[in-house]
């Protein structure tokens, strides 16, 4: 994938999703299956992320003590 296609995998068409799904030996359905769980892991890590940020203590868990 693109540069672009990774920010806004949107934009990739159905002609250029054949594509990939040739090159690599996969099927249509795998290449929209891995782009929509592409989509949810990038939601995931801007939640992770913000809830980080809201916590002002990096990623260190309290429930350990500090250690990790």
């Given at each position: 994938?693109?540069?672009?296609?990774?920010?806004?995998?949107?934009?990739?068409?159905?002609?250029?999703?054949?594509?990939?799904?040739?090159?690599?030996?996969?099927?249509?359905?795998?290449?929209?299956?891995?782009?929509?769980?592409f989509?949810?892991?990038?939601?995931?890590?801007?939640?992770?992320?913000?809830?980080?940020?809201?916590?002002?203590?990096?990623?260190?868990?309290?429930?350990?003590?500090?250690?990790?």
């Open positions: 994938m693109t540069p672009a296609e990774r920010a806004n995998p949107q934009v990739i068409s159905g002609s250029r999703k054949k594509r990939i799904a040739r090159g690599s030996g996969r099927s249509v359905p795998e290449i929209n299956r891995l782009l929509k769980q989509a949810q892991m990038k939601r995931m890590m801007k939640t992770v992320q913000a809830a980080q940020v809201g916590r002002k203590g990096g990623c260190v868990s309290r429930s350990w003590g500090g250690r990790l």
